[in-house]
């Protein structure tokens, strides 16, 4: 009896294991990454004008390419100079409860995701 149950908890922490390591993988492979020395472009933000447009804003080189994507062409709206990333305080990021700290990080994430769409 303790063996199937030392079974039981051994493959319920094998599930949650893969789950965390599918996750973590998922999370790499989709998230917005900053560009590393060997890409030259990165999409920073992309918003839906319609069932199959966009207008997409991507980085290339430091510039900031504003383009409407259809699914028969791609054509350039705008082009500008990247913003310069905000540092943000350690000391107010560290200082107060965990509660405090999500919130701060959430409304900063916001924030910066906000200006970038």
Known sequence: MNLALLGKTSLALVVV????????WLARRVG???LS???L????SSTGVGQREKVVIVEV???WLVLGVTPQQVTALAQMDAPEAEPVPITSALDGSFAERLT???KHNLTRKGRSS
């Open 104 to 106: 701060h990080a959430l």
């Open 41 to 44: 472009l990165r999409v920073v």
């Open 17 to 24: 294991l893969v789950c965390v390591l599918g996750c973590g």
């Open 37 to 39: 020395p060997g890409k």
């Open 32 to 34: 917005s990454r900053p």
């Open 61 to 63: 080189r430091g510039q």
